[in-house]
């Protein structure tokens, strides 16, 4: 093999292949250079760290001074849900239902003595759009106790804002499930109370959710248990700062709940640009193949005397290619190991900058997997065309 080599080098354009080596440097570290930047920065728009997550957005009517007064209704009728359901940007939708009924909360607090006591209200959504996972959800009406999740918003007011004020203990989320709770539940002529438990706090939902079959329960007995149109919505959605979103609820005149989609707008938008990014190192590092793919056809084109006499010699196919096929192999891995130096290089310069948002940057093996996949594919395309092209001139032989 060393001898053939020898023998086949001769033609080989140095200055061709570093321009190749460098063309596809600059494509792929650019590919996975981008890969990995979204990976990093990746929490710092999001509450829930991971590549690829769920969103959602809750939705109501706007409510305006005539609509008010001339008494319109701020209920979603079937047609509308059926509508929004229809949207290529809506994965699923998830129905608000409201207590019916007059509900009066008695919180205990503690070793001071002291409780507090509220009118309160109820809601139930279906159990997949809960973001507490590991809450006791359940409900026996034959022993009645109500499981609630509190918006994590709601204990932050109460411990800097209330109970700074009235001299009441503070309270620690590890501690809300030793509270002890009652509800004053009302209607239809029957007044109860029934014991209540804190089994989590939100993140995602800013109200009181209760379990749906609570709810079916409690609104048949002390409600009118009557079907009733939801006042919100919460939607799983592909991507909430989809300016085609934002145009939706503006036509249908629906107020999204808090700065969900201003937050993610620039999340929407650094994944525009973080695919534009991509695109051009992938379309760089496919402009590269073709250059090595052409200098390699150009020096098989000088070197065709020679392969023919290698060939009617008795030497195969495979083993004229082998010295061609090792010199692809040899540039594409080192083009790949120089990528991930450049990678790492990169990255601890930004990661800094990143770690004062609060994040400490994502794993690089998807960013890795990315450039063995994307170099494994440009290195199969150069070994296959190789052969072919030795193969050919020894058929015509």
């Given amino acids: 093999m060393k001898l053939i080599w020898k023998l086949l080098r001769k033609h080989i354009s140095a200055s061709q292949l570093i321009g190749f080596s460098i063309a596809n440097l600059v494509g792929l570290t650019i590919v996975i250079l981008a890969v990995q930047f979204y990976n990093d920065v990746k929490p710092v ?15 109501t009517r706007s409510v305006t001074a005539a609509g008010a007064m001339m008494g319109h209704s701020s209920e979603f009728s079937a047609d509308d849900i059926k509508d929004i359901e229809a949207q290529p940007w809506c994965r699923k939708v998830g129905r608000f239902v409201n207590s019916e009924f007059s509900i009066f909360a008695t919180i205990g607090m503690g070793n001071s003595g002291k409780a507090m006591r509220s009118q309160f209200f109820f809601e139930a959504i279906p159990s997949d759009f809960i973001d507490v996972t590991d809450a ?10 109500v499981p609630v999740i509190v918006s994590r918003d709601y204990l932050t007011l109460y411990n800097f804002g209330f109970a700074a004020t009235q001299g009441l203990p503070k309270i620690s989320e590890g501690q809300s499930g030793m509270i002890p709770v009652s509800f004053s539940l ?12 804190i089994v989590g706090f939100s993140n995602r939902l800013n109200t009181v959710i209760v379990p749906e079959e609570f709810m079916q329960w409690a609104n048949n007995r002390y409600g009118q248990g009557g079907k009733q149109q939801p006042l919100r919505l ?4 592909s991507s909430p700062g989809d300016v085609k979103i934002e145009d939706y609820m503006k036509e249908h005149s629906y107020d999204v709940a808090g700065d969900k989609m201003s937050s ?28 090595l793919m052409l200098s390699i056809y150009l020096l098989l084109q000088k070197n065709t005397r020679k392969l023919r006499d290698l060939l009617l010699l ?7 290619s082998r010295p061609y096929i090792n010199m692809v192999i040899a540039i594409n891995g080192a083009v790949l190991l120089l990528s991930v130096v450049l990678l790492l290089l990169a990255r601890a310069y930004y990661l800094p900058m990143l770690r004062a948002f609060g994040t400490n940057g994502a794993s690089m093996l998807v960013a890795i997997v990315v450039g063995f996949i994307i170099m494994g594919a440009i290195t199969t395309g150069n070994v296959i065309a190789i052969k072919r092209k030795i193969k050919s001139l020894w058929l015509n032989d």
């Fill in 45 to 59: 728009f999001n509450d829930e760290e991971s590549f690829i997550r769920k969103d959602y957005l809750v939705i």
């Fill in 136 to 145: 006791q959800w359940d409900f026996n009406p034959s022993h009645p106790e």
């Fill in 186 to 197: 009302s209607g239809n002529g029957i007044n109860e109370v029934i014991p209540g438990r």
């Fill in 234 to 237: 919460i939607l799983e959605v």
């Fill in 264 to 291: 993610s707008k620039a999340n929407y938008f650094l994944t525009m640009i973080i695919s534009i990014v991509v695109v051009v190192g992938v379309i760089i590092s496919l402009l590269s193949f073709f250059v």
């Fill in 314 to 320: 008795g030497y195969t196919p495979g083993q004229v």
